[in-house]
């Protein structure tokens, strides 16, 4: 999964991205609105953390321009205020949900994944596919009763393979899903390195990752 989180307080985006990092979920940070916009333009996102009071204006307007262009990425609004009037003009502008400051942060990925799985064709916590589990919330994956280890990145990127199940995803596609801006030195090279230690890890499993030549990788399982 990849996020954008758009918040100005450098204490409070810090927190939010080791948090979110360590769980696997690639962010970028834009603390204006000027940045966000410029995010949104050159990158797809699965969920958009919008602080409501930026230094350059309100994150609703941001919003708003996305929905009016038919951008429905998943967003989440963060205020400071209790207003119940702000809070029903961020839903009315088409947030998706909405979480006051402060908060868990625990809380915080809850309501991520959810939306994130909100857009996915699987609404399940856990997936099955072939002899291979895989539960998101968990971050438990499972070879019949045996559990495998995989590190953030892996996790990361054999979510989208089995979310997708069956289908060819770019490594475009994988690469965004797995990598933020911050990983300014690391090349498409690296995801089929991410690749190879999955596949070795899977090693066992009835399901397979196919590399499908000049278009990505799918995952599929043995009949």
Known sequence: MRLLLVEDTFDMAEAIMIRLERSGIACDLAKTLEQARACVEVQRYDVIVLDINLPDGLGTELLKEMRAAGDRTPVLMLTAEFSVDD????????????????????????????????????????????????????????????????????????????????????????FEGVFSFQDTDVGMNALELYIARLRKKLAGCSVRIETQRGLGYKLDADA
């Open 87 to 174: 809070r029903v003009s961020s839903l009315n502008s088409g947030a998706d949900d909405y979480l006051v400051k402060p908060f868990d942060h625990r809380e915080l990925e809850a309501r991520i994944r959810a939306l994130y799985r909100r857009e996915q064709s699987d609404k399940a916590e856990e997936l099955v596919f072939g002899n291979l589990t895989f539960n998101a919330s968990a971050r438990v994956v499972r070879r019949d009763d045996s559990p495998i280890s995989l590190t953030r990145r892996e996790f990361s990127l054999l979510e989208i393979l089995i979310r997708n199940r069956g289908k060819t995803v770019s490594k475009e596609r994988l």
